[in-house]
C-alpha cells in the first residue's frame, strides 16, 4: 500500500503544471547596472490592452514618481509588463511583475524593443513598499543556485527583503556612486 501510495505521489508531481518561469538570479548590484530606469513611486492606475499586431496582452502601469534614482525626472512613468485580460481572453506569464492601483513600490526598469519600459529580472525588479519596509515580489520564480559569479561586492536580493525604504535607496544609490 505505501509503495502504491509513493508511486501515485510521483506521478501526480510528474503530470502537474509547471508554475514558475526560470530566470537568472541577480544581485541588487545587478539590477542597478542593468536598469535604465530606478523610481520610487505609487501605481496611479493599470490596465491591460492587446499590442499592436493583436497577438499579446500586457498589462499596463502608470507610476507617480516620487523619487526617480536613476534616468530621469519624470513625473510618471508606464510600466508594461506581459499578460492580462483582454475581451475575456486571458494570457499568463508566471513570475512577472504585478501591480494594483494604489501600491507603492521601487522599480528597476528598462527599455524593451517594442518602446515599453518593463521591470528588470521579472519579478525581481519590483519591490513593493509597506509600513515603511521593501518586499520583494518573486512569486512565481524559479532563481537557481547562488547569485553566479560570486562577486564580493554583491547584495543578494533576498537579504533586502524587510529593509527599511530609507535603507533600500541608500543602498541603490550606494551601488550607482560606485
Not at 509600513?131 to 524559479?142: N, P
Request: aromatic share 6%; charged share 25%; glycine share 12%.
Amino acid at each position: 500500500m505505501k509503495r502504491l501510495l509513493g508511486i501515485a505521489i510521483l506521478l501526480g508531481a510528474a503530470v502537474a503544471p509547471l508554475s514558475a518561469t526560470l530566470v537568472e538570479r541577480l544581485t541588487l548590484e545587478q539590477l542597478a547596472d542593468r536598469s535604465e530606469r530606478i523610481v520610487h513611486g505609487r501605481c496611479l492606475r493599470t490596465w491591460s490592452a492587446w499590442d499592436a499586431d493583436h497577438q499579446a496582452i500586457w498589462t499596463h502601469c502608470e507610476v507617480e514618481v516620487a523619487d526617480p534614482l536613476k534616468g530621469g525626472a519624470a513625473k510618471t512613468v508606464v510600466v508594461s509588463e506581459p499578460g492580462g485580460v483582454v475581451d475575456g481572453v486571458e494570457m499568463t506569464i508566471e513570475g512577472v511583475s504585478r501591480f494594483e492601483r494604489g501600491e507603492e513600490m521601487v522599480l528597476f526598469l528598462y527599455r524593451v524593443p517594442n518602446g515599453l519600459w518593463r521591470t528588470r529580472g521579472l519579478g525581481q525588479g519590483k519591490f513593493r513598499v509597506a509600513g515603511g519596509q521593501v518586499h520583494a515580489t518573486v512569486e512565481g520564480l524559479s532563481l537557481p543556485g547562488p547569485v553566479r559569479p560570486p562577486a564580493a561586492r554583491s547584495t543578494d536580493l533576498r537579504r533586502l527583503d524587510g529593509l527599511s525604504l530609507d535603507r533600500f535607496k541608500a543602498a541603490i544609490r550606494g551601488v550607482l556612486t560606485r
